[in-house]
């Protein structure tokens, strides 16, 4: 078997989170999504979230969560494990794990972020993210949206 680059190493099973978290830097930031083709977007969005603390962790919607967002039955493109591995190759990113749920909540108790961010096109208050955050002090923040960029629209614009 062949070395895989250092970036493998950001990637992080949820039995693994606990001792992973204790060895980054505070404050953490926290943030999730789909993230199936990254584009200036995302890439964008990722390091100002990173800007805002020391460590930037990700929840990466499994493939099986993305499925019931409603994107699409043949979305995501990329397979979990392709997504995960592309987003670790980014400097901004500490670690990403996988979540099966819906919304990220049970990986967020884990986490304890010091920060949760999300994109612009959320309205933060109403996250149920932002309540469990707030309870142990932490704090959550919109980032503001770059309009032209979605991986639905690249979706459209490709199938053209």
């Not at 990722?46 to 020391?54: K, Q, S």
Request: net charge neutral; glycine share 8%; hydrophobic share 45%.
């Amino acid at each position: 078997m062949q070395d895989l680059p250092a970036f493998f190493d950001k990637l992080c099973s949820r039995e693994q989170l606990a001792s992973r978290i204790a060895a980054l830097p505070r404050p953490l930031v926290f943030t999730n999504g789909v993230f199936d083709i990254l584009h200036v977007g995302h890439v964008s969005y990722l390091a100002r979230a990173r800007a805002l603390g020391a460590s930037l962790v990700i929840g990466l919607n499994s493939d099986a969560s993305a499925r019931t967002l409603g994107k699409g039955p043949d979305r995501p493109l990329n397979r979990e494990a392709d997504r995960a591995a592309v987003l670790a190759a980014l400097e901004s990113v500490s670690l990403v794990a996988l979540f099966d749920e819906n919304m990220p909540l049970e990986l967020l108790k884990l986490v304890r972020p010091d920060l949760y961010v999300k994109g612009g096109d959320y309205e933060i208050e109403s996250l149920a993210e932002t309540p469990l955050v707030r309870s142990w002090g932490g704090d959550a923040r919109a980032l503001p949206f770059i309009d032209g960029y979605s991986t639905t629209s690249l979706v459209r614009r490709i199938r053209g």
